[in-house]
């Protein structure tokens, strides 16, 4: 089983320092939300489960998702539009997400997993963070559950699509349905494929 090294939890914790762990899911989609979530996470707690949320099954993520809610000190879920992604690009948006996360709750320490902010707060932009840190995994795993809940409503609404399977990725199966259908509201017209299969 994976387990998070937990660094800098391990120099935190034992002084009673609190951590913010910051992540995303759905950077890399042409539709759909960019969804990013903060946690934080108890003093010296611990649960070999929370993992990167992208090694984890759809069954294992779900029963996280509701345990980290509920021990966590505190927890914020930001959902960002489409429209806002194609006014600042995916980079900034991401960026000013998590910032305003960052921001929302007092820590002696913000990690995120491989994005630096420009935040009046001791910050660390830790590669491969949801690997390496708990807090940051269990951020990763409700920022993947909560987006794939709304790509599952979508799912529902135009089945056709398969967003359920591709998650919102430009894949052969996505590709196929946006050439028959065109692309919907909620697809990212700042990415090329998005743009080029956009309904008249």
Known sequence: MNRTEDIYEKLYHPKGKTIMGIDEAGRGPICGPLVVACCVLPC????????????????????????????????KIEVVSPRIIDENNIYQATKMAMERLAMSYPVDLVITDAMKLDI???????????????DIAAASILAKVTRDHIMGGYDLMYPEYGYKSHEGYFTK???????R?????????????SQRYRRQ
């Open 44 to 75: 010296g707690y611990q649960n070999e489960q929370i993992y990167d949320s992208k090694k984890l099954s759809n069954k294992k993520r779900e029963l996280l998702y509701d345990v980290i809610r509920e021990v966590a000190l505190y927890y």
């Open 181 to 193: 259908y065109g692309s919907r509201s909620f697809y990212r017209f700042s990415f090329e494929p």
């Open 120 to 134: 009046a707060k001791e910050h660390i932009a830790l590669i491969k963070g949801d690997q390496k840190s708990i």
């Open 173 to 179: 199966r996505h590709k196929e349905a946006l050439e």
